[in-house]
């Protein structure tokens, strides 16, 4: 079964400092990783995605992402965090056996980020 | 100006209590979804539709209804809705029935049924 997780419920950076939040993935065949960020009251917002090429992924907001085959990782990081990136951040993977019309993503949990000043 | 848009966006109901959420897309798009959002799991796919007159269930659709009448809504009933529907919720689309590389989401719809 195809299955995303997000290690960390929470990650705190100080303002200013590099972030990272964590996604492995487990698939059959070849991924394709999102990362999608839900500013609180707000709707869910696209970042950046994976689907084929260049392993680091550049995408909204100075965010990027880095596929690595090997460790099955697709790990979001931004160089300088700021207090306006607090927010909670889903990594997905479209579900490719099939389900869902093939177009189905399948979810982690969640990782609440928390910039402080 | 692109969007999926859900209506309501909140809304309290009753046990047992008919109800229905809107979606509406203006991007054409052929595939709809509709996933609900819980605490420590993420969103699940509750409906998917990949045409008009198409559509079929998910991963959670008990106690959930869709229909997909026109191309450009996607409305989401619960007829006897229950507590353990609370959530949020959330529709997308997306341009393509099959291997489409972006979904577009909603802005949720947060439900509390007492």
């Known amino acids: 079964a195809q299955s995303v997780a997000q290690p960390e419920d929470q990650v705190n950076v100080a303002e200013g400092n590099p972030l990272t939040v964590k996604c492995t993935y487990s698939v059959s065949g070849n991924p394709y990783l999102f990362w999608y960020v839900q500013y609180p009251n707000r709707g869910l917002q696209f970042l950046l995605k994976y689907i084929t090429g260049d392993n680091l992924v550049k995408g909204s907001y100075g965010f990027e992402a880095e596929f690595n085959k090997s460790q099955t990782s697709f790990h979001l990081k931004k160089p300088s965090a700021l207090v306006s990136d607090s927010a909670l951040y889903f990594c997905?993977?479209?579900?490719?056996?099939?389900?869902?019309?093939?177009?189905?993503?399948?979810f982690g949990a969640g990782t609440r980020l928390a910039v402080h000043p | 100006e692109a969007q999926v848009t859900q209506n309501p966006r909140y809304l309290i109901t009753v046990t047992g209590k008919k109800l229905t959420v809107t979606c509406s897309q203006n991007?054409?798009?052929?595939?709809m979804s509709w996933y609900r959002q819980d605490p420590g799991l993420g969103l699940r796919q509750i409906y998917y539709?990949?045409?008009?007159?198409?559509?079929d269930k998910g991963d959670v659709p008990e106690g959930y209804k869709v229909s997909r009448k026109e191309k450009r809504n996607f409305p989401l009933i619960l007829e006897s809705p229950s507590p353990n529907q609370t959530s949020l919720y959330f529709c997308a689309s997306a341009d393509r029935a099959r291997d489409s590389e972006t979904q577009y989401f909603g802005p949720g719809t947060r439900l509390l049924v007492l």
């Open positions: 539709s990949m045409n008009v007159e198409v559509t």
């Open positions: 991007m054409n798009h052929e595939y």
């Open positions: 997905a993977v479209r579900d490719r056996g099939g389900s869902g019309g093939y177009n189905k993503l399948i």
